[in-house]
C-alpha cells in the first residue's frame, strides 16, 4: 500500500539559509509521481515541485529542489535561501501511475511546519 | 483563469446538525476530489470523481456523509448528521484529465473550515 512518511513534525531555519523537509514513501508501483505542496496559514494548498519515478535529474522550481534518491525511497525537498514567507506546512504527497488519463489516488504526509526566523 | 472555488469558508454549527460544502473545480477539469484535513494533519482522501462518477468513495463514511457530483462539474459534499469529530477543513481539489502535462499536479480550492459545537 501506499505510504507518505515526513518525519518532521516542525522545523526552524534562519532567513536566508537554506533547509531540508524529509520525506520517504513506500510503494509497490513502479510508476509514480512524487509532489511538494506548501500550505500557508491562509489555507490553500500551494503546488511547488514535481518528480516522476523515471526521471534521471532531481526536479528543481526556482529556489526548491526536490533530492530524490529513488534506491532509498526518498524525496527531500531543499529550500534555498529561506525567506520569511516561507514559513507554512510542507506536505510531501505521491501518486500512484503515471498515465495522464484516467483518475489516481494522491495520498499526503502528516507534513512539516517550517518557521524562518528574522 | 479562475482557480477552485469552495463555499462556505467557514461553517459553525451544533452536532447532529446538517451541513453542505459545495466546490467549483476550474473549468475543464474532469476529476475533482474532496479531502478532510484535520488540524496538524495532512489531507484525507474522501471521495474523487472522474466526471460525474464517484470512481472511490471507500473513505467516506456513507452512515452521514453523501456526495454528488451532477452534470460533472460542480460538487456538493454532505453531513448529516453532523458529529464533533467533524470538526476539519474540507479541501476540494481537480485536475485535468488526458492534459499531456507532465505533473498532473491537484489543484485545490481555499477550503470549507467546519467547526462543530
Redesign the interface.
Given at each position: 500500500a501506499q505510504k507518505?512518511t515526513?518525519t518532521q513534525p516542525g522545523m526552524f531555519v534562519q532567513e536566508k539559509e537554506a533547509v531540508t523537509l524529509d520525506c520517504t514513501y513506500d510503494t509497490s508501483d513502479p510508476s509514480y509521481?512524487l509532489?511538494w505542496?506548501k500550505q500557508p496559514s491562509?489555507?490553500?494548498?500551494?503546488?511547488l515541485i514535481?518528480q516522476?519515478s523515471y526521471d534521471q535529474q532531481n526536479a528543481t522550481e526556482g529556489r526548491y529542489s526536490l533530492n530524490f534518491q529513488k534506491a532509498r525511497k526518498s524525496a527531500n525537498l531543499v529550500i534555498s535561501a529561506s525567506q520569511l514567507g516561507d514559513s507554512a506546512m510542507y506536505?510531501c504527497?505521491m501518486?500512484e501511475g503515471l498515465r495522464?488519463?484516467?483518475?489516481?489516488?494522491?495520498?499526503?504526509?502528516?507534513?512539516t511546519r517550517l518557521k524562518v526566523l528574522a | 483563469e479562475a482557480g477552485v472555488v469552495q463555499s462556505p469558508r467557514y461553517k459553525i454549527i451544533e452536532k447532529k446538525q446538517p451541513v453542505a460544502f459545495w466546490c467549483n473545480p476550474i473549468s475543464g477539469h474532469n476529476t475533482l476530489y474532496w479531502y478532510r484535513q484535520n488540524l496538524g494533519q495532512g489531507p484525507e482522501l474522501l471521495i474523487r470523481y472522474e466526471n460525474e462518477e464517484a470512481v472511490d468513495d471507500s473513505q467516506l463514511p456513507k452512515d452521514r456523509f453523501s456526495a454528488e457530483r451532477l452534470k460533472g462539474v460542480d460538487s456538493t459534499l454532505k453531513i448529516q448528521p453532523a458529529e464533533l469529530g467533524d470538526s476539519a477543513v474540507y479541501l476540494c481539489a481537480s485536475s485535468p484529465l488526458r492534459t499531456g502535462a507532465i505533473t498532473g499536479e491537484l489543484f485545490f480550492g481555499e477550503g470549507s473550515r467546519l467547526t462543530v459545537l
Open positions: 507518505i515526513q509521481g509532489f505542496y491562509s489555507g490553500e494548498m500551494i503546488f514535481y516522476g506536505f504527497a501518486r495522464l488519463e484516467g483518475t489516481y489516488k494522491y495520498i499526503f504526509g502528516t507534513g | -
